[in-house]
C-alpha cells in the first residue's frame, strides 16, 4: 500500500524559507516520478515541481521557478520542496504526489497523472 506523508509545513513571514518533506512508503521514490502540487480554498490543485525518476530531471511551475527546489534523498526514501523568497500567494496546503508507475518517462504536471496523494500540510505566509 503506497502512503505519502508530508509534513514542514507551518507559518512563515513573506521573503522566509520552508522545507517540506514527503516520506514515502510502499514505493521506492527513486523509481517513480515524484511531484507537489499546491491548493488554495476555491481554486483547482495547481503543479508547483516535479523530478523525475532518474533525479536528472525536474520541472517548475514558472511562479515558482528560481525559488523552490525539489531534490530527493534515495536513502530515506523521502521528497523534499525547499521553497525560499516566501511570497502570500504561496499560502495554500502542499501536496506530494507519485504516477501509478514506475520509470515513466512522462514527468507532467497534470493532476490526472498522478494517482497516489499526500494528505497535505498547510503553507501560510503572512506577516
Known sequence: QVQL?????GLVQPGGSL???????????ST?????FRQTPG?????????GWNGRSTNYAGSVKGR???????AK?????QMNSLKPEDTAVYY??????????????TVADYV?????????VSS
Open 96 to 109: 506530494c504526489a507519485t504516477q501509478r508507475n514506475p520509470r515513466n518517462i512522462r514527468i507532467t504536471g
Open 5 to 9: 506523508v508530508e509534513s514542514g509545513g
Open 19 to 29: 522545507r517540506l518533506s514527503c516520506a514515502a512508503s510502499g514505493l521506492t521514490v
Open 77 to 81: 526514501n523521502t521528497v523534499y520542496l
Open 116 to 124: 497516489y496523494w499526500g494528505q497535505g500540510t498547510q503553507v501560510t
Open 43 to 51: 481554486k483547482e490543485r495547481e503543479f508547483v515541481a516535479a523530478v
Open 68 to 74: 523552490f527546489t525539489i531534490s530527493r534523498d534515495n
Open 32 to 36: 517513480y516520478n515524484m511531484a507537489w
